[in-house]
């Protein structure tokens, strides 16, 4: 099994920054992308970031240059950078990751479990 442990989260103001990171412990292979989704009450996750291990990207269509997502492959973690955030980004935020536990096995996705994004005044 892959654990998630996420971290960051917080009360920010609008315009305000924050950086969340993510831990991935446990039986582990080899992970193939790392990443965030977002869920506000009411609506269904959707994705914020995603990065494989070769670097490449995806963003959310709402991100808009104001995200920026990184990652440690040495030490199996995730970073999100975010800047100019909006009320409507209140959201629990969750580390994703897409690994194998062993050379055989199947590429499984695991989650962490949440971290609370407040951006208000």
């Known amino acids: 099994q892959v654990q998630l442990v996420e971290s960051g989260g917080g009360l920010v103001q609008p315009g305000g920054s924050l950086r969340l990171s993510c831990a991935a412990s446990?039986?582990?292979?080899?992970?193939?992308?790392m990443g965030w989704y977002r869920q506000a009450p009411g609506n269904q996750r959707e994705l914020v970031a995603i990065?494989?291990?070769?670097?490449?990207?995806n963003y959310g269509e709402f991100v808009k240059g104001r995200l920026t997502i990184s990652r440690d492959n040495t030490k199996n973690t995730v970073d999100l950078q975010m800047n100019s955030l909006k009320p409507e980004e209140t959201a629990v935020y969750y580390c994703?990751?897409?690994?194998?536990?062993?050379?055989?096995?199947?590429?499984?996705?695991?989650w962490g479990q949440g971290t609370q994004v407040t951006v208000s005044s």
């Open positions: 994703n990751t897409v690994s194998k536990t062993d050379r055989y096995g199947t590429w499984d996705t695991y």
């Open positions: 446990g039986r582990i292979f080899g992970i193939y992308a």
């Open positions: 990065i494989t291990s070769g670097s490449s990207t």
